[in-house]
């Protein structure tokens, strides 16, 4: 959590390739391990916030990923 929070002050912020992807995996990877922890508890109302958060995250990285993965040369 800590270094996702770093890698979007610094690198995300640059528009670096690599911290799209960073945030791409590292969010997918925590949000879906949180789904399946709840899913074996059956916590249904956290699954729901989970699902919505997951979009939202999907979303975002979706928006963003056209100024990230373009091939700008400056």
């Not at 929070?5 to 640059?14: D, G, N, Y």
Request: aromatic share 12%; net charge positive.
């Amino acid at each position: 959590s800590l270094g996702g929070v770093f890698v979007l002050l610094t690198a995300f912020r640059k528009k670096e390739k690599w911290a799209w992807y960073y945030m791409l995996v590292v969010s997918i990877i925590g949000w879906v391990n949180l789904l399946i922890a709840n899913i074996i508890f059956k916590n249904s109302l956290i699954i729901v916030i989970i699902v919505i958060g997951l979009l939202l995250v999907v979303v975002g990285l979706i928006m963003s990923a056209r100024v990230f993965l373009t091939n700008k040369k400056e």
